[in-house]
């Protein structure tokens, strides 16, 4: 399930998606995946320790989720009252939250711009075959 979630994460904007992209442009989407949904577990581990919400999350699509499951399990309809879901028919609050997320994937792109790839393993392979000439 946590595969299937960073796939998910992988096309919604956000820090994991932007995340996801990096790994993948060097290792390859299935390994992306699945460091992804790592990142998810560990993401949600400290969102339940800390007892804290995803800082990144669009309440208004949380809300419209949770809505559509309760009605799926038999809730009553309430039509005509306007829930917390409601704001997600707005356009304007759709495009707030997505705006929002896409802050969150340029600020952590904008953290891992320079990072390189650690050369103390390479270094050490490297004179690892060097002994062994």
């Known amino acids: ?8 994460a ?3 904007p956000g820090p994991l998606r932007a995340f996801f992209l990096r ?3 060097r290792r390859g989407q299935h390994v992306a995946a699945v460091a992804s949904a790592r990142k ?18 669009r309440p208004a699509l949380h809300a419209k989720k949770l809505r559509d499951l309760q009605l799926r399990a038999g809730h009553p309809s309430r039509c ?5 879901a409601h ?40 004179a690892a075959t060097e002994e062994r000439r």
Not at 1 to 8: I, R, Y
Not at 96 to 122: C, D, S
């Open 1 to 8: 399930m946590l595969v299937e979630a960073a796939w998910a």
């Open 10 to 12: 992988a096309r919604a």
């Open 23 to 25: 790994i993948a442009a």
């Open 40 to 57: 998810i577990a560990v993401v949600v581990w400290h969102m339940l320790r800390d007892g804290k919400n995803y800082t990144w999350g």
């Open 80 to 84: 005509g009252q306007r829930g917390a």
């Open 87 to 126: 704001a997600y028919n707005k356009a304007g609050t759709r495009e707030t939250e997505r705006r929002g997320a896409a802050e969150g994937e340029a600020a952590y792109e904008r953290l891992t711009k320079g990072w390189q790839p650690r050369g103390l393993r390479r270094a050490r392979m490297d």
